[in-house]
C-alpha cells in the first residue's frame, strides 16, 4: 500500500503531530493528489467589447459538442457543460455553467457560436449600428 506526505508537510513538528494523530494510519492515494486539473477556471477566457462586436472565448475542450447547452434569455447569455461517463468500474460526471450579461448594445438577433478543433467556444454578436444622427436643419424663407 502506499504511503503519502501529511498535509502538514514541511515542518517536522507538526510532521510528528499528524503521525499520533493518525496513529501511523496510512492515508488513502488521493490525499495528495493534484486536483486542480479537475477544477474549472472560474474565469472566461478571451473578452472582446469594442465599438464593433462583443465576444467571449471559452476552454470547453473537456466536453464534446454535444454535451454544451447556450441559452439567451433577454440579454442573459448562459453556457452550460455537462459530460458525463460510466464504465464498469464506475461513474464520473463533470459540469460547468457560465451566465454572461451581454451589453446593450449587442445585436443579439445576430449573435453566433462556433468552436474550433482545439475546443475553444466562440460567442460573438455585432454592436447594433449607432441610431442616433444628427437633423441638420434648414431655413427656409416665404415668399
Given at each position: 500500500?502506499?504511503?503519502?506526505r501529511?498535509?502538514?508537510?514541511?515542518s517536522n513538528?507538526?510532521?510528528?503531530?499528524?503521525?499520533?494523530m493518525?496513529?501511523?494510519?496510512q492515508l488513502p492515494?488521493?490525499?495528495?493528489?493534484?486536483?486542480?486539473?479537475?477544477?474549472?477556471?472560474?474565469?472566461?477566457?478571451?473578452?472582446?467589447?469594442?465599438?464593433?462586436?462583443?465576444?467571449?472565448?471559452?476552454?470547453?475542450?473537456?466536453?464534446?459538442?454535444?454535451?454544451l447547452k447556450?441559452?439567451?434569455d433577454?440579454?442573459?447569455l448562459?453556457?452550460?457543460?455537462?459530460?458525463?461517463?460510466?464504465?464498469?468500474h464506475?461513474?464520473?460526471?463533470?459540469?460547468?455553467?457560465?451566465?454572461?450579461?451581454?451589453?446593450?448594445d449587442?445585436?443579439?438577433?445576430?449573435?453566433?457560436?462556433a468552436?474550433s478543433?482545439e475546443?475553444?467556444?466562440?460567442?460573438?454578436?455585432?454592436?447594433?449600428?449607432?441610431?442616433?444622427?444628427s437633423?441638420?436643419?434648414?431655413?427656409?424663407?416665404?415668399?
Amino acid at each position: 500500500m502506499l504511503l503519502l506526505r501529511s498535509p502538514f508537510s514541511g515542518s517536522n513538528a507538526l510532521d510528528q503531530l499528524f503521525d499520533e494523530m493518525t496513529g501511523g494510519v496510512q492515508l488513502p492515494y488521493w490525499r495528495d493528489a493534484d486536483h486542480n486539473s479537475f477544477n474549472f477556471s472560474d474565469t472566461i477566457g478571451e473578452v472582446v467589447n469594442d465599438d464593433s462586436k462583443f465576444s467571449v472565448q471559452l476552454d470547453v475542450s473537456h466536453f464534446k459538442p454535444e454535451d454544451l447547452k447556450i441559452q439567451l434569455d433577454g440579454r442573459e447569455l448562459k453556457i452550460e457543460g455537462t459530460q458525463e461517463t460510466k464504465t464498469e468500474h464506475g461513474y464520473s460526471k463533470r459540469s460547468f455553467s457560465k451566465m454572461i450579461l451581454l451589453p446593450e448594445d449587442a445585436d443579439l438577433t445576430a449573435l453566433k457560436s462556433a468552436i474550433s478543433n482545439e475546443g475553444k467556444l466562440q460567442i460573438e454578436a455585432p454592436k447594433k449600428a449607432n441610431t442616433s444622427r444628427s437633423i441638420p436643419i434648414n431655413f427656409v424663407a416665404k415668399h
